[in-house]
């Protein structure tokens, strides 16, 4: 059976500020869905929320996912139970190298879920033997060279190379739903390409993936089976890939009339 995460009637405030305005959606094991919308509508405050970051709060709605409530679960056992969100590296440690940092990482979300505490997906805890030929694998199914896993983590990282080491996290990792945020700043036409093959390489029956972008060139490389418009906090629009080449003709325009933002 396939899990569903299901987010429904969401309303979460950041610094008192309602933000998420009673969102609903639901997505599949095996989907892929992209999330469009202006600047401040709240894709960032979805992506948070989703991951318990204590700034956000949740005023009301629930998530749903694998029969837990996940609002009542903690970032790790969100990750225990099959959930990915992106930026959930460390900002740098110099002197930790990027395979024992995701050996870490292994460990902590797939290794204890044998211990029993519910979750499991039989998955046994991996030596380092084998965790060192599933790394070689996975680095080139996504095309990097063996090397970058050599690398401190983040220290001196481009852009790019920050990306690589979050989609080869993504792929360690086995998440059943990740949720990728392409925030802001300059994601430039290499990055894009790094987290879209990441993507397409890994997005299958037994991965879903929610990605929030504001560029439309990601969805260029990334075919999405749902694409979604936030605007003011709500899901407002629901449609397949040809959502986003309408968005990228006429722009947000007919979402913003009477709903404000700012
Ligand atoms: N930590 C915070 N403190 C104060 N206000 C915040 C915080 N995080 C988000 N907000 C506010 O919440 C609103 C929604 O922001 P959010 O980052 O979720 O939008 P977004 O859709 O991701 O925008 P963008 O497209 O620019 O990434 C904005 O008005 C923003 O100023
Ligand atoms: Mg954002």
Known sequence: MKSVLTVKDLQASVEDKAILKGLNLEIKQGEVHAIMGPN?????????????????????????????????????????LGLFLAFQYPVSIPGLTLANFLR????????????????????????????????????????MDQSFARRYLNEGFSGGEKKRAEILQMAMLEPEIAILDETDSGLDIDALRIVANGVNALAGPKMGVLIITHYQRLLNYIKPDFVHVMAGGQIVDSGGPELALQLESDGYDRYLHGSETE
């Open 40 to 80: 401040g509508s709240g894709k960032s405050t979805l992506a948070y929320t989703l991951m318990g970051h204590p700034k956000y709060s949740v005023e009301d709605g629930e998530v749903w996912f694998k029969g837990q409530n996940v609002l009542d679960l903690s970032p790790d056992e969100r990750a225990h």
């Open 104 to 143: 870490t990482a292994v460990a902590a979300v797939q290794g204890e879920k044998v211990g029993g505490n519910g979750n499991g997906n039989g998955k046994p805890a991996m030596d380092l033997k084998a965790f060192r030929k599933r790394l070689g694998e996975k680095m080139d199914l996504l095309q």
